[in-house]
């Protein structure tokens, strides 16, 4: 019942009926949430009168009472999504406490400093979650008083100090709320429920849904239960375990506590947690039953199991469990580990693993040569694997700034993170944090991201008012480099070059599987030959997209292509081409010679002018000298070619409608190339598919296909040679997918251009859009970002008509894709519903598009 009761109320429903203790309680269900939500952010009376009532079974349950002076009732309000988000949303505490409970309660355990103490805690978080009120007005009365009493820690604070700073927060709640704090537990419990429901469209919880593909109409559920207590003293401690190692795979219990604690100490990372080994030597009973606990959970659950437990006076409480996060290396592990086991079969360990994951792997490691030379500073927990250069900054607004704005590599640098720098650790390479053990935030967060994270650096000394740190004898200004290497934890005070990883022998036994279900295929997108290989090595089985004019940025033949551009007479810009073909024709031998046979699609120059152009004055001077004009003269032409919408100008197949002899040419070298390598291969089945990109109409692409049809018959006809060669288009224009069926007629395939098909449907230029997207997310309005994820309501519709018209009229037309959308997961399994034969993207994402289209074949059988 996730769905209804979000992930944590359905487990806790379900350890309830396994019989193991799980403090008494009930849950809103999400459809409470998404109700709230529909009314106006009103709970309605029908939902209140039904939490009431719960209450009074929870206290008949329990004994105790919800305000009572005998025997109180406190609780502990919760969220839990569908899908577990971390950190995201909030939780409130020891609720029911006011001045006359915290008086009975401090009688009933013996205890008033730890009842003083539940009793500011709950101040705070109430006027932080719910009241919205900063956490730092009070910390900073914790610090005031500490500094008074000449103590440093918490813990040094006498039951007198923490009542006194009871009151002292209550005056602040009043000076910032202007009423005072409600002492009403039912008014309190309301306030809290609404709370959580409102934090589900708090900034963080709408990024992390955007990262993660979660849709905002799930809504939250809100958990209700009897508070158990941590923090009663050195016999109640609490704690987080894992089935398994999240960060290796390793099969044996890992966790840490804290005794004298209450649930966030272990997470936050103030205080360092120890293992959990450590339990068995402190309370062996309480370690043989959360042993046994989290064998059947994780033999129930089938997968490796996250836990939180709290121990009361030596009782062991279980408070929530849920399929662990894990690196993306543990995830395979794990899935191979339990197909060994006989827990799970090889369709589920495929289903089992998210594709967006295994960029983690896929992404560089240290240069090893490089690494060996390097002298590592000091060294902290491996948090998060992987390995990472980039500039240190100090907060989370400045790593995005850096990273989005002044394309920086950053890492982040801080005490300790928290939820609210997920964005800012989304755009760094890695993190490093002073404080936290394997569990903190800033671990579980980059784990989750696949970002390298190494935390716990205790040595770092931080002055942030100057932006720097010292650690090892030296100090590190903001924009200086560092190095992290995630898998070790050693942190390097330079910058050391990284390489491009290599598949362990668990990817390709999962991707063994994948193969076996799968029926997309999966190209890949690669302009160079470089980037061919690459992708062959992860298992490309064609090449979907070679994006020629790509093949010009280097340094020297950027130059060949200007003079092509800016030649205002035919003999001009014939001889530029002349200087381009044996260039092309290269490439393209190497790009055949990469894929073995396999299918290549070559797309004919699609250069947005304005990415072309020289604007740098000695690079016009040059030009100039090249093709034997005046400065003067090259200015005028770029100005000539100014377009105020080059996105929407003079490229793709308008520059061989306008140019005729760039389309002839670039057929020379792709059939020339693939001449040559058949002469060397004869037993290859070479696939030539010459792709014509912005077609809109079927005259448009007839006159197009006309010019490559002559010159590659031509050339194919004085070779003697047997080569067969495809004329196909790209549909990225809205009226080429209106009029699919005609333009089917002559087109051998169709190749979805979802980027440019994204830019034209929404109008949004590809270029600006980065602009304004933001706050269609903050406002609701889109979840997440269409040139990303594809739009399957609109862009997608439009596809889906294109794909029906195309098979209408030729039905062993191939489709594929190629805009970025192709190594999407949600995008491949759209593909994988609407018949596609295959999907093509980037070299690193082959794997993860290999992976989603297994599951979507896998589920769609289910
Ligand atoms: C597209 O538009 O989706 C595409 C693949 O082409 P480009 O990104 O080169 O415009
Ligand atoms: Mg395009």
Redesign the pocket.
């Known amino acids: 019942m996730r769905n209804l009761l979000g992930g944590k109320g359905a487990n806790l429903a379900e350890m309830t009926n396994l019989g193991m203790p799980v403090p008494q309680g009930f849950t809103i269900s999400t459809e409470a949430c998404t109700k709230y939500y529909e009314d106006g952010e009103k709970i309605s009376e029908d939902l209140e009168k039904s939490i009431m009532e719960y209450i009074e079974k929870m206290e008949s349950v329990t004994g105790k009472k919800f305000g009572d002076l005998e025997n109180p009732l406190l609780v502990s309000v919760r969220s839990g999504a569908r899908a577990s988000m971390p950190g995201m949303m909030d939780t409130i505490l020891n609720l029911g406490l006011n001045d006359s409970v915290v008086v009975a309660f401090a009688e009933k355990t013996g205890n008033p400093r730890f009842a003083y103490d539940s009793y500011r805690r709950f101040i705070q978080m109430y006027s932080d979650v719910v009241m919205e009120v900063g956490k730092k007005y009070f910390e900073e009365l914790i610090d005031q008083l500490k500094e008074k009493k000449g103590v440093k820690l918490d813990t040094e604070l006498t039951a007198d100090d923490l009542k006194l700073l009871a009151e002292q927060f209550k005056a602040e709640y009043k000076k910032k709320i202007g009423s005072d704090f409600p002492s009403d537990p039912k008014m309190q419990l309301m306030g809290a429920i609404k709370a959580v429901f409102r934090s589900w469209n708090n900034p963080r919880a709408i990024y992390y849904r955007r990262m993660n593909d979660i849709p905002g109409s799930w809504g939250t559920a809100v958990n209700v239960q009897a508070m158990v207590f941590g923090n009663m003293g050195e016999t109640s401690g609490t704690g987080v375990a894992f089935t398994r190692n999240p960060s290796t795979g390793e099969r044996k219990l890992y966790g840490e506590f804290l005794m004298n604690a209450q649930g966030e100490d272990v997470v936050a990372g103030v205080r360092t947690p120890k293992s959990i080994d450590h339990l068995k030597e402190i309370m062996p009973e309480c370690y043989a039953q959360f042993v046994e606990i989290s064998n059947k959970l994780e033999k129930h659950y089938r997968d490796m199991q996250d836990m939180e437990f709290t121990i009361e006076n030596k009782k062991l409480y279980m408070l929530q469990t849920r399929n662990g996060k894990r690196t993306a290396a543990a995830a395979l592990k794990i899935a191979c580990d339990l197909v060994d086991e006989g827990m799970i079969n090889e369709k589920e360990a495929v289903c089992m693993i998210d594709p967006k994951q295994l960029d983690a792997l896929l992404h560089p490691q240290f240069d090893v040569i490089a690494l060996k030379k390097a002298k590592p500073i000091a060294m902290a927990l491996a948090a998060s694997p992987g390995a990472a250069c980039g500039k240190v900054v100090f907060t989370a607004e400045d790593a995005t700034e850096w990273a989005t704005k002044r394309n920086e590599k950053v890492i982040l640098v801080r005490l300790e993170t928290s939820p609210e720098d997920i964005e800012g650790m989304h755009y760094s390479e890695g993190i490093l944090t002073v404080r936290g053990g394997m569990t903190s935030h800033a671990a579980v967060v980059a784990r989750g991201m696949g970002t390298c994270c190494i935390s716990g650096c205790g040595e770092i000394k931080m002055d942030l008012e100057y932006k720097c740190f010292t650690l090892g004898g030296r100090t590190f200004k903001e924009g200086d480099f560092i190095s992290l290497d995630g898998s070790s934890g050693k942190i390097y005070g330079e910058a050391i070059p990284t390489v491009e990883a290599s598949i362990s022998a668990e990817l390709g036994r999962l991707m063994g599987w994948a193969d076996q279900y799968r029926v997309l295929k999966v190209r890949t997108n690669a302009d160079t030959p470089k980037d061919a290989k690459q992708a062959v090595l992860f298992g490309a089985e064609g090449i979907g997209?070679c994006?020629t004019e790509h093949m010009f940025f280097d340094g020297e033949r950027i130059k060949a292509i200007r003079e092509m551009i800016c030649s205002d007479t035919v003999e001009g810009r014939t001889k530029a081409l002349a200087k381009l073909e044996p260039m092309q024709q290269g490439d393209f031998e190497e790009l055949y010679e990469a894929l073995g046979g396999n299918p290549v699609t070559i797309r004919f120059l699609?250069p947005p002018l304005h990415e072309f152009v020289p604007t740098v004055k000695e690079d016009i001077e040059e030009l100039a000298k090249t093709m034997g004009k005046t400065v003067n003269d090259i200015e005028n032409i770029i100005a000539s070619l100014h377009e105020f919408n080059p996105m929407m100008g003079h490229r793709g197949c308008r520059l061989a409608v306008t140019y005729p002899e760039i389309a002839a040419m670039q057929t020379r070298a792709v059939i020339k190339a693939a001449l040559k390598v058949k002469t060397k291969h004869p037993d290859w089945n070479l696939f030539t598919e010459i792709m014509i990109?912005l077609i809109g109409d079927l005259k448009e692409f007839s006159y197009v296909k006309s010019i490559v049809v002559k010159a590659a018959d031509e050339l194919i006809k004085n070779s003697n040679i047997n080569l067969e060669y495809k004329v196909g288009t790209?549909i990225?224009i809205p009226r080429a997918a209106l009029t699919a069926d005609e333009i089917a007629e002559e087109a051998d395939f169709f190749s979805f251009?979802?980027?440019?098909?994204t830019q034209m449907v929404f109008g949004f230029s590809r270029d600006d859009a980065g602009k304004f997207l933001d706050a269609y997310y903050t406002n609701k309005i889109y979840e997440s970002d269409p040139f990303a994820r594809l739009d399957i309501p609109g862009v997608g519709k439009i596809v889906k008509f294109a794909v029906e018209a195309g098979r209408r009229v030729r039905p062993n037309i191939k489709l594929g894709i190629?805009?970025e959308h192709g190594g999407d997961p949600s995008t491949v399994a759209f593909c994988h519903e609407i018949g596609l034969d295959y999907v093509s993207c980037s070299p690193f994402r082959v794997p993860i598009a290999k992976l989603a289209a297994a599951q979507a074949a896998i589920r769609q059988k289910k």
């Not at 251009?753 to 098909?757: I, Q």
């Open positions: 997209l994006r699609d990109p790209m990225e251009g979802t980027n440019d098909l190629c805009g």
